[in-house]
């Protein structure tokens, strides 16, 4: 076929009224003298050079073929075009600055016009899209050619493909997804995996980097020991997904936004908070390859003062990075927010906000004020400080409903939250103290003083008691409980009215959370006891923190201070029998009646998977056999589950094994 058309885009030799093939077969075919002809059509469409005709008989003579000889001079021609066409992109690039920027793109595009046709010459193809790479504007017609033809598309320079995404944002989605996908599946299997190996990879805790084996973490993980400070101290230089999604953004300002808008719905569609977290690890990944001058028209818009927007979530990822709000930040903060610009950005604010590191330093920051509140007498809604955080903390946990409905005003703190629900959340948090310890005044008062810094997260996201090496010490030379464990009436007065704000204030519930997690980490058993069945998530929220919650409730589990109580059968019966296993038979009645069950919820198999692995790390060695076999028998699978899950029974059952034969 001597012409392609596609569109108004003519294909092949027949486009530039040069013969090909096909002219010389109908000559052939229609002719006296096939020499002849042969000759006639190697005369018309040689190099037209006088001088080279006495010479072809001499490469004749030496046996060089001339389509041998026609291919060298081709390709010594092209490495020269290639020379002057990287002269003139060198040109093009500086823009204003450069006086021959239209002549010199004028050149370009006559040199595309005129060589486009043979794209599909293998010697010339790099030629051609060397010439598009370099064109700021290509022709639509030919981009859409190369999107249309899977090989080209696929060699292409990301240069050239960005023209194409620009203009086609379903092209540039079907790069995007992907990445999206890997990256918040990544997230989402550490949330839900049933090994507890993987406790070793935790978000806020420490971890173990003996059995690491997730690609994210495989380079530079002994620089970093949580997953929050890989991602955010550590060389972001790591982190693939990143690096993949800015490299096809470029400096692209229209694909920059696309992304960030793709990111926003599903962010308020699948209600997984790690898309916040991916937004900004991208920008901060532009912040630190960009000028100022850049990043600015990379983000900006024009409907948010991008100045403005940037100064913020900069200060979110100073706090973030020192996990705690310093007076110097809050301050500066503080005075965005107050400004009226920040209605215009409070959207974009919120979905900074949204980012799971920033809840959970919110939160821990939250418990810490509301303990120096205590220390130092003084009301929560007297202390400005706790104000302040809370703020943010109630824009961060409404985020989905901020960005849904582009609101520009910022959601008023209840004032049932400051005036009942933290004045009574500060009994729990100073009660381990009380319980825990029988010395002097003096001694508490030491304590008091330092439990600001051990309810911050630390370095590796813990929150350690200072005495807590001790209670782990105590408590492996002891088979009797550390504490009393007595619920006074106080205390169960107290939780009731705590109880009635849990569940329906996003605050209050994320709150309770976070104190029930400190319970552990403090080993204030009593003030678990009490709280622990009392749980309930955030309405808007609660798919991402109850696989939060559970992520975090199993690991914790699993320390050295925590495990040793499982001796115990009240430890037991609280962990098993009040928690656990309510919560897997209400998984299993929503799955049965399909109410209320999403793909994305932490599903009635997975809970029982955890659960046959928690029992097999804590049996026989800590767990009791008569408590094993008691379990045993209540967490049995139904006959809808999958055979997998089947399997997984018959090997925890087959822990028995070992111990039958010995009694035997």
Same mark, same amino acid.
């Given at each position: 076929?001597?012409?392609?058309?596609?569109?108004?885009?003519?294909?092949?030799?027949?486009?530039?009224?040069?013969?090909?093939?096909?002219?010389?077969?109908?000559?052939?075919?229609?002719?006296?003298?096939?020499?002849? +002809?042969?000759?006639?059509?190697?005369?018309?469409?040689?190099?037209?050079?006088?001088? !080279?005709?006495?010479?072809?008989?001499?490469?004749?003579?030496?046996?060089?073929?001339?389509?041998?000889?026609?291919?060298?001079?081709?390709?010594?021609?092209?490495?020269?075009?290639?020379?002057?066409?990287?002269?003139?992109?060198?040109?093009?690039?500086? #823009?204003?600055?450069?006086?021959?920027?239209?002549?010199? &793109?004028?050149?370009?595009?006559?040199?595309?016009?005129?060589?486009?046709?043979? %794209?599909?010459?293998?010697?010339?193809?790099?030629?051609?899209?060397?010439?598009?790479?370099?064109?700021?504007?290509?022709?639509?017609?030919?981009? *859409?050619?190369?999107?249309?033809?899977?090989?080209?598309?696929?060699?292409?320079?990301?240069?050239?493909?960005?023209?194409?995404?620009?203009?086609?944002?379903?092209?540039?989605?079907?790069?995007?997804?992907?990445?999206?996908?890997?990256?918040?599946?990544?997230?989402?299997?550490?949330?839900? +995996?049933?090994?507890?190996?993987?406790?070793?990879?935790?978000?806020?805790?420490? !971890?173990?980097?003996?059995?690491? *084996?997730?690609?994210?973490?495989?380079?530079?993980?002994?620089?970093?020991?949580?997953?929050?400070?890989?991602?955010?101290?550590?060389?972001?230089?790591?982190?693939?997904?990143?690096?993949?999604?800015?490299?096809?953004?470029?400096?692209? +300002?229209? !694909?920059?936004?696309?992304?960030?808008?793709?990111?926003?719905?599903?962010? %308020?569609?699948?209600?997984?908070?790690?898309?916040?977290?991916?937004?900004?690890?991208?920008?901060?990944?532009?912040?630190?390859?960009?000028?100022?001058?850049?990043?600015?028209?990379?983000?900006?818009?024009?409907?948010?003062?991008?100045?403005?927007?940037?100064?913020?979530?900069?200060?979110?990822?100073? &706090?973030?990075?020192?996990?705690?709000?310093?007076?110097?930040?809050?301050?500066?903060?503080?005075?965005?927010?107050?400004?009226?610009?920040?209605?215009?950005?409070?959207?974009?604010?919120?979905?900074?906000?949204?980012?799971?590191?920033?809840?959970?330093?919110?939160?821990?920051?939250?418990?810490?004020?509301?303990?120096?509140?205590?220390?130092?007498?003084?009301?929560?809604?007297?202390?400005?400080?706790?104000?302040?955080?809370?703020?943010?903390?109630?824009?961060?946990?409404?985020?989905? *409903?901020?960005?849904?409905?582009?609101?520009?005003?910022?959601?008023?703190? *209840?004032?049932?939250?400051?005036?009942?629900?933290?004045?009574?959340?500060?009994?729990?948090?100073?009660?381990?103290?009380?319980?825990?310890?029988?010395?002097?005044?003096?001694? !508490?008062?030491?304590?008091?003083?330092?439990?600001?810094?051990?309810?911050?997260?630390?370095?590796?996201?813990?929150?350690?008691?200072?005495?807590?090496?001790?209670?782990?010490?105590?408590?492996?030379?002891?088979?009797?409980?550390?504490?009393?464990?007595?619920?006074?009436?106080?205390?169960?007065? %107290?939780?009731?009215?705590?109880?009635?704000? %849990?569940?329906?204030?996003?605050?209050?519930?994320?709150?309770?959370?976070?104190?029930?997690?400190?319970?552990?980490?403090?080993?204030?058993?009593?003030?678990?006891?009490?709280?622990?069945?009392?749980? #309930?998530?955030?309405?808007?929220?609660?798919?991402?923190?109850?696989?939060?919650?559970?992520?975090?409730?199993?690991?914790?589990?699993?320390?050295?201070?925590?495990?040793?109580?499982?001796?115990?059968?009240?430890?037991?019966?609280?962990?098993?029998?009040?928690?656990?296993?309510?919560?897997?038979?209400?998984?299993?009645?929503?799955?049965?009646?399909?109410?209320?069950?999403?793909?994305?919820?932490?599903?009635?198999?997975?809970?029982?998977?955890?659960?046959?692995?928690?029992?097999?790390?804590?049996?026989?060695?800590?767990?009791?056999?008569?408590?094993?076999?008691?379990?045993?028998?209540?967490?049995?699978?139904?006959?809808?589950?999958?055979?997998?899950?089947?399997?997984?029974?018959? #090997?925890?059952?087959?822990?028995?094994?070992?111990?039958?034969?010995?009694?035997?």
């Amino acid at each position: 076929m001597s012409n392609v058309e596609n569109g108004s885009v003519r294909i092949g030799l027949d486009a530039l009224n040069i013969q090909d093939s096909n002219h010389l077969k109908y000559a052939l075919l229609n002719c006296e003298d096939p020499l002849k +002809s042969i000759s006639e059509f190697q005369e018309e469409n040689s190099i037209s050079l006088p001088s !080279l005709k006495p010479a072809l008989n001499l490469l004749d003579l030496h046996g060089i073929k001339r389509v041998d000889f026609h291919a060298s001079i081709a390709d010594e021609l092209k490495d020269h075009l290639i020379k002057k066409v990287e002269e003139l992109s060198a040109s093009i690039k500086l #823009k204003e600055s450069s006086p021959t920027y239209e002549e010199d &793109c004028g050149k370009l595009e006559d040199l595309l016009e005129k060589s486009f046709p043979l %794209i599909f010459n293998s010697r010339l193809t790099p030629l051609i899209l060397l010439i598009m790479k370099s064109l700021p504007n290509v022709n639509q017609n030919y981009l *859409d050619f190369i999107q249309s033809n899977e090989k080209l598309y696929s060699i292409a320079p990301i240069e050239l493909k960005r023209q194409i995404w620009t203009n086609n944002p379903n092209v540039f989605m079907n790069e995007l997804q992907p990445l999206f996908d890997k990256f918040t599946q990544y997230f989402d299997e550490i949330l839900t +995996s049933s090994d507890l190996n993987a406790s070793g990879i935790s978000f806020f805790t420490a !971890l173990n980097h003996v059995n690491i *084996d997730m690609p994210i973490l495989k380079e530079n993980l002994l620089l970093s020991n949580t997953v929050y400070t890989y991602l955010f101290k550590s060389n972001k230089k790591q982190i693939p997904v990143v690096n993949e999604i800015c490299k096809l953004i470029g400096t692209s +300002s229209s !694909l920059y936004q696309l992304t960030v808008k793709t990111l926003t719905d599903l962010f %308020i569609k699948s209600h997984n908070w790690f898309y916040a977290t991916l937004k900004s690890l991208i920008v901060n990944k532009f912040h630190e390859s960009l000028s100022h001058e850049n990043l600015l028209n990379l983000i900006g818009s024009a409907d948010v003062p991008t100045e403005l927007i940037l100064k913020f979530g900069n200060l979110v990822h100073i &706090c973030l990075k020192e996990r705690k709000i310093e007076a110097k930040r809050a301050k500066e903060l503080e005075s965005i927010m107050e400004s009226k610009k920040f209605e215009r950005i409070l959207p974009e604010a919120a979905f900074l906000l949204a980012d799971p590191f920033v809840v959970d330093m919110l939160a821990r920051n939250s418990l810490s004020l509301l303990n120096k509140c205590v220390q130092n007498e003084l009301l929560p809604r007297n202390c400005t400080e706790l104000i302040f955080v809370l703020r943010l903390l109630s824009v961060s946990l409404l985020s989905r *409903d901020i960005i849904n409905s582009q609101t520009n005003k910022e959601p008023k703190i *209840d004032s049932a939250l400051i005036t009942e629900y933290l004045p009574n959340l500060a009994y729990f948090i100073t009660d381990f103290y009380e319980k825990l310890y029988d010395d002097s005044v003096g001694t !508490l008062s030491n304590q008091a003083q330092s439990i600001t810094s051990t309810l911050l997260s630390s370095s590796t996201g813990m929150i350690t008691s200072p005495a807590a090496g001790n209670v782990a010490s105590n408590s492996s030379k002891t088979t009797s409980p550390p504490i009393v464990l007595k619920i006074s009436t106080k205390k169960l007065e %107290i939780l009731s009215s705590v109880k009635s704000l %849990i569940g329906e204030n996003e605050i209050c519930s994320a709150l309770f959370l976070y104190l029930v997690i400190g319970c552990f980490e403090l080993n204030d058993w009593v003030n678990l006891k009490a709280l622990l069945p009392s749980i #309930k998530y955030p309405t808007n929220n609660s798919v991402y923190f109850e696989k939060l919650f559970i992520y975090q409730f199993l690991i914790i589990l699993l320390e050295k201070s925590v495990i040793e109580q499982f001796k115990h059968d009240w430890f037991v019966q609280l962990i098993f029998d009040d928690f656990l296993i309510v919560i897997m038979r209400i998984k299993d009645e929503q799955a049965q009646l399909q109410e209320n069950y999403q793909k994305s919820d932490l599903s009635s198999e997975m809970l029982y998977e955890q659960t046959y692995k928690l029992m097999e790390k804590i049996f026989p060695n800590y767990l009791s056999l008569n408590n094993f076999n008691r379990l045993v028998e209540i967490v049995k699978p139904k006959k809808n589950h999958a055979n997998t899950l089947q399997i997984a029974y018959s #090997k925890l059952k087959s822990k028995l094994d070992p111990v039958n034969e010995m009694q035997l």
